[in-house]
């Protein structure tokens, strides 16, 4: 498999171990490149909610043992197995902050940095190889460069429309929002009108919540974090949002559980993938209040 591939396995071996482990509501979220990992989990999720789950957790067990690590490889065939006796709990919410999807989002660089030896003289490229959180690497980022420009601009249509579309159809899914700066209206303008398309086509525009966040740019949560935190408030707590943008769509099926008077996130569990291929699961704290449980 390539990198992100190995990355989807990843994020769906975290997205496991939280439905298995506690009963508290979880969401994924992913930012940039992160997005196609995204997209190709919520594939992987919905086979495991398909009509051939069987099948699939054979197929998924398979490319974990041949993809990664022999411990996390065995720790997968574990969790697919458990669903037997403990059966899948989606995710409340699956969140892509401006997730790389369409040929606008990779022209003009990831051909260029997939067969270079070294790496850019941009700062920030620069920046993100040298800090050791990041867990970037050149070679990386050219496995990664290469990967995305595959799947979104070599296959037409590119392939995550068609993942994203297959999670839309997911009889009791969450749905997908799709999130992104104002600044970045040049690709914006291309992404939005294609998600509510695929959304028309699988007949689930209900199910598919865009927004566009004023004052940011592709870094959504550096560049505007408050208008982060209020989308994170509605989309998990169902919490109302001031001043909409034109793209914005509300959904009545994203929001499937809101604790009484709580203002900021609480008790929800998230994992989050970024342009790395390694998922962080941050678990908030649990507000004291009474919670209402809504379908």
Excluded at 160 to 166: E, G, K, Y
Aim: net charge positive; aromatic share 6%; proline share 7%.
């Amino acid at each position: 498999g390539d990198i992100i591939e190995v990355a989807a396995l990843r994020l769906l071996l975290v997205a496991l171990r939280l439905s298995s482990a506690t009963r508290l509501p979880w969401a994924l979220a992913a930012h940039s490149a992160g997005g196609p990992v995204l997209y190709r989990c919520l594939v992987l999720l919905g086979q495991l909610m398909g009509p051939d789950a069987q099948g699939a957790t054979v197929t998924i067990g398979s490319a974990a043992s041949a993809w990664l690590e022999p411990a996390e490889g065995f720790e997968m065939e574990q969790l697919l197995a458990s669903l037997a006796t403990n059966p899948l709990r989606l995710p409340l919410a699956a969140i892509s902050f401006e997730g790389t999807l369409l040929p606008c989002d990779v022209e003009g660089w990831a051909d260029a940095w997939a067969p270079q030896q070294d790496p850019p003289e941009e700062s920030w490229v620069r920046r993100a190889l040298a800090d050791p959180l990041s867990h970037w690497t050149w070679p990386m980022a050219r496995a990664c460069s290469g990967s995305l420009w595959q799947r979104c601009k070599l296959e037409v249509p590119a392939r995550h429309l068609a993942s994203i579309q297959t999670w839309l159809e997911v009889p009791g899914g969450p749905g997908l929002v799709y999130a992104a700066g104002a600044r970045s209206k040049k690709r914006n303008q291309f992404v939005f009108p294609a998600l509510k398309q695929i959304a028309s086509t699988a007949g689930n525009s209900s199910k598919l919540f865009v927004h566009e966040v004023r004052g940011a740019g592709h870094n959504l949560h550096r560049d505007a974090p408050k208008a982060v935190q209020a989308l994170l408030n509605h989309v998990l707590l169902g919490l109302p949002m001031s001043a909409p943008s034109i793209w914005s769509q509300s959904s009545a099926l994203l929001c499937s559980w809101i604790p009484d008077g709580a203002c900021v996130p609480a008790g929800v569990i998230l994992a989050v993938i970024g342009v790395t291929a390694a998922a962080l699961a941050v678990a908030r704290r649990c507000s004291t209040q009474h919670r209402n449980f809504h379908r």
